[in-house]
């Protein structure tokens, strides 16, 4: 039976993810909990939590979890299980096991839960990982995803508050994953783009993060819901640096700024640029169109990371060899300015 | 004018329609976009500001409609026999700034008298500024122990935009306590204060 996914969610382009302005808001007054083996929490917004077991072995969790961004139920798995290990990849680590979160409307045929589940499964295999259980309730709409849990050397984790002034930015998959996914689900965008996006979204971040051990890469983090300005201002204020993106250079998925000229531009897309903008400094020559990609929420985007200037030739041209064909320089890290994240 | 009504559609539909109409109506045609979501009322507004096109807001129950035309930042003033569905009818908008929370010098008691006797006034003759937008101490007639809350509700309602200085809620403690409209920054009350022609500063 073929049910498209997209047609059962009402909020339509509108993503899932609370704005980041209420969500600050609202747990503002919570009282912060440190412990000296939690090695990286939440105050830097930063991927996921590490917590040191041993001197030479840290775990690294996360979860990550959302409604149906495509319209098949075993794209739909690979996709939000990529997505929940990436996490996982952009604190440096490597992927130990995983549970299952799933929210299931019971008058679907089960097949798609199992085609969802089956697709999730495949990706943890792919990434080296066990899947060791999961929790599956009722809900009027599909949500699927995984808590992660990973390991890494204390003394190799990858944050994103330690990029360096004189640091490159390499940026490992192309944007517009939100506005290919709102284009879809108005049957507006073609078969190629779309695939296109699929694949993006499926592909592990699991290559780059070896990569950048081999690099001992120090900074870096996914670029997801918060789009890349979200991502790179969060970088910016954790590292104490400025980060300067080179618009032009940002690789996009095909056919991506056709269709944001046309009007796809999700929700969640004004919702960044308003929770960035006050802190971001764009140059005139910023096309209004370019602004709208570089505040595009990324469902498993790639990654972004600050690499040593001498090093960035060698480290693009491996990243782009292992797979990720779009790989570019988008940026640099800079001494701090006025504004956290300078645009030109 | 060019009517295009998107209720029912789901975001991002209505800017694409938007948009779709902007390109194919004549520059000085008005249009008007009809929808029935806030969300989508927000984004639209958002894209035509920041393309420098002035939008007048018009709210019945859970019904927008936004009004402009390509050609530029001049409001669009329509026809009152095509809008009589409108409860308001000026032919000059215009938005008011509380750079803080009383009328006038002298007794600050006497100025937070006035500034509800203004509020009530300004209710009563129907007359709904575009925008109101609240800096420094001004933030005390948004939050919850303002005496003219309900006043601005009622403004609210009439389409009237409630504009708070997140940075003055920030400094006041006062981000929690806002009960009407909604925070904003200096980019937007800046474009707010520069864009329209007739600008009350109390």
Same mark, same amino acid.
């Given at each position: 039976?073929?049910?498209?996914? #997209? @047609?059962? =969610?009402?909020? !339509? %382009?509108?993503?899932?993810?609370?704005? *980041?302005?209420? /969500?600050?808001?609202?747990?503002?007054?919570?009282?912060?909990?440190?412990?000296?083996?939690?090695?990286?929490?939440?105050?830097?917004?930063?991927?996921?939590?590490?917590?040191?077991?041993?001197?030479?072995?840290?775990?690294?969790?996360?979860?990550?979890?959302?409604?149906?961004?495509?319209?098949?139920?075993?794209?739909?798995?690979?996709?939000?299980?990529?997505?929940?290990?990436?996490?996982?990849?952009?604190?440096?680590?490597?992927?130990?096991?995983?549970?299952?979160?799933?929210?299931?409307?019971?008058?679907?045929?089960?097949?798609? #839960? @199992?085609? =969802?589940?089956? !697709? %999730?499964?495949?990706?943890?295999?792919? *990434?080296?990982? /066990?899947?060791?259980?999961?929790?599956?309730?009722?809900?009027?709409?599909?949500?699927?995803?995984?808590?992660?849990?990973?390991?890494?050397?204390?003394?190799?984790?990858?944050?994103?508050?330690?990029?360096?002034?004189?640091?490159?930015?390499?940026?490992?998959?192309?944007?517009?994953?939100?506005?290919?996914?709102?284009?879809?689900?108005?049957?507006?965008?073609?078969?190629?783009?779309?695939?296109?996006?699929?694949?993006?979204?499926?592909?592990?971040?699991?290559?780059?993060?070896?990569?950048?051990?081999?690099?001992?890469?120090?900074?870096?983090?996914? =670029?997801?819901?918060? %789009?890349?300005?979200?991502?790179?201002?969060?970088?910016? /204020?954790?590292?104490?640096?400025?980060?300067?993106?080179?618009?032009?250079?940002?690789?996009?998925?095909?056919?991506?700024?056709?269709?944001?000229?046309?009007?796809?531009?999700?929700?969640?897309?004004?919702?960044?640029?308003?929770?960035?903008?006050?802190?971001?400094?764009?140059?005139?020559?910023?096309?209004?169109?370019?602004?709208?990609?570089?505040?595009?929420?990324?469902?498993?985007?790639?990654?972004?990371?600050?690499?040593?200037?001498?090093?960035?030739?060698?480290?693009?041209?491996?990243?782009?060899?292992?797979?990720?064909?779009?790989?570019?320089?988008?940026?640099?890290?800079?001494?701090?300015?006025?504004?956290?994240?300078?645009?030109? | 004018?060019?009517?295009?009504?998107?209720?029912?559609?789901?975001?991002?539909?209505?800017?694409?329609?938007?948009?779709?109409?902007?390109?194919?109506?004549?520059?000085?045609?008005?249009?008007?976009?009809?929808?029935?979501?806030?969300?989508?009322?927000?984004?639209?507004?958002?894209?035509?500001?920041?393309?420098?096109?002035?939008?007048?807001?018009?709210?019945?129950?859970?019904?927008?409609?936004?009004?402009?035309?390509?050609?530029?930042?001049?409001?669009?003033?329509?026809?009152?026999?095509?809008?009589?569905?409108?409860?308001?009818?000026?032919?000059?908008?215009?938005?008011?700034?509380?750079?803080?929370?009383?009328?006038?010098?002298?007794?600050?008691?006497?100025?937070?008298?006035?500034?509800?006797?203004?509020?009530?006034?300004?209710?009563?003759?129907?007359?709904?500024?575009?925008?109101?937008?609240?800096?420094?101490?001004?933030?005390?007639?948004?939050?919850?122990?303002?005496?003219?809350?309900?006043?601005?509700?009622?403004?609210?309602?009439?389409?009237?935009?409630?504009?708070?200085?997140?940075?003055?809620?920030?400094?006041?403690?006062?981000?929690?306590?806002?009960?009407?409209?909604?925070?904003?920054?200096?980019?937007?009350?800046?474009?707010?204060?520069?864009?329209?022609?007739?600008?009350?500063?109390?």
């Amino acid at each position: 039976m073929d049910i498209d996914l #997209l @047609k059962l =969610i009402d909020q !339509g %382009g509108c993503s899932a993810k609370l704005s *980041a302005t209420e /969500l600050n808001k609202a747990l503002a007054d919570l009282p912060k909990i440190t412990h000296k083996n939690l090695l990286v929490n939440i105050d830097t917004h930063d991927d996921a939590g590490v917590y040191k077991i041993r001197d030479d072995y840290a775990l690294v969790q996360t979860t990550d979890f959302f409604p149906p961004v495509c319209s098949g139920a075993y794209d739909y798995g690979q996709v939000a299980a990529a997505n929940a290990l990436s996490d996982v990849y952009a604190m440096g680590g490597q992927v130990l096991t995983a549970l299952n979160i799933l929210m299931f409307p019971p008058d679907l045929p089960m097949s798609i #839960l @199992k085609d =969802i589940i089956r !697709g %999730g499964q495949e990706k943890v295999v792919e *990434a080296g990982g /066990l899947i060791v259980g999961g929790h599956t309730i009722t809900n009027d709409i599909p949500v699927y995803g995984m808590a992660v849990t990973g390991w890494v050397h204390p003394d190799k984790i990858i944050t994103n508050d330690q990029a360096r002034p004189g640091d490159i930015l390499i940026l490992t998959k192309p944007l517009g994953t939100g506005v290919i996914i709102s284009a879809k689900k108005n049957n507006s965008v073609d078969e190629d783009t779309y695939r296109a996006a699929i694949d993006y979204m499926k592909q592990l971040n699991m290559q780059a993060a070896a990569i950048m051990a081999k690099y001992e890469i120090r900074s870096a983090t996914d =670029i997801t819901g918060f %789009g890349l300005l979200g991502h790179a201002l969060k970088m910016a /204020l954790g590292s104490k640096v400025s980060i300067k993106i080179n618009a032009t250079d940002v690789p996009s998925i095909q056919n991506v700024m056709e269709l944001i000229e046309t009007g796809f531009i999700p929700g969640a897309g004004f919702r960044n640029l308003e929770f960035v903008e006050d802190q971001c400094d764009f140059s005139n020559q910023v096309p209004y169109n370019t602004k709208m990609l570089l505040a595009d929420a990324q469902t498993s985007g790639g990654i972004l990371m600050a690499v040593a200037r001498e090093k960035a030739a060698s480290i693009l041209d491996e990243l782009k060899d292992v797979g990720y064909a779009s790989t570019a320089v988008v940026g640099e890290v800079m001494q701090q300015e006025k504004k956290p994240v300078i645009i030109v | 004018m060019k009517v295009i009504d998107v209720r029912g559609k789901k975001c991002p539909m209505p800017l694409v329609e938007t948009k779709k109409a902007l390109k194919v109506t004549d520059k000085n045609e008005a249009i008007k976009v009809i929808l029935d979501s806030e969300n989508s009322v927000k984004n639209v507004t958002r894209y035509l500001e920041d393309n420098n096109i002035h939008v007048s807001k018009q709210q019945s129950g859970g019904t927008f409609e936004l009004l402009f035309k390509r050609a530029g930042s001049e409001p669009v003033i329509e026809e009152a026999e095509s809008y009589c569905t409108s409860s308001e009818q000026t032919n000059d908008s215009f938005i008011i700034v509380f750079g803080k929370d009383r009328l006038g010098e002298g007794s600050d008691d006497l100025g937070n008298m006035l500034v509800g006797g203004m509020l009530t006034t300004l209710v009563e003759t129907e007359r709904t500024p575009d925008k109101i937008i609240f800096i420094n101490s001004g933030i005390n007639l948004v939050i919850n122990d303002s005496p003219v809350l309900s006043l601005l509700k009622k403004l609210e309602d009439r389409g009237c935009e409630l504009l708070s200085c997140g940075t003055c809620l920030d400094y006041f403690d006062k981000m929690e306590n806002l009960e009407v409209g909604r925070v904003s920054n200096m980019l937007e009350i800046l474009e707010a204060m520069t864009s329209y022609s007739k600008v009350i500063n109390i």
